[in-house]
């Protein structure tokens, strides 16, 4: 069983910068991909940026390309996203997920943690 739990949302103004972290324990090397979600208010939740476990290879949402960047730590445990040049539409709770190898889709989620970007 696989746990995920997200760290470092905040408050921040137009083209400030966040960190967000996800912390997985248990068997995350039985992961296919981790990735980043994020659902604003009245909206449906939206891909943000995905990294695969072997390899590490990255896909990022057009609206997020050349601001957000995924990255994992060496134990593959981790996944951060750092978030620059933030703007008022990025604001969202952002969700940590994971893809078990043999899924079709990814099937853990974490809590969430608020981004809030104000104008």
């Known amino acids: 069983q696989v746990l995920l739990s997200e760290s470092g949302g905040g408050s921040v103004q137009a083209g400030g910068s966040l960190k967000l972290t996800c912390a997985a324990s248990?068997?995350?090397?039985?992961?296919?991909?981790m990735a980043w979600f994020r659902q604003a208010p009245g909206k449906e939740r939206e891909f943000v940026a995905h990294i695969r476990t072997s390899g590490g290879s990255t896909h990022y949402a057009d609206s997020v390309k050349g601001r957000f960047t995924i990255s994992r730590s060496r134990s593959l445990t981790t996944v951060y996203l750092q978030m620059n040049s933030l703007k008022p539409e990025d604001t969202a709770v952002y969700y940590c997920?994971?893809?078990?190898?043999?899924?079709?889709?990814?099937?853990?989620w974490g809590q969430g943690t608020q981004v809030t970007v104000s104008s």
């Open positions: 997920a994971l893809q078990s190898v043999g899924a079709s889709s990814y099937n853990i």
């Open positions: 248990g068997r995350t090397l039985s992961s296919y991909a």
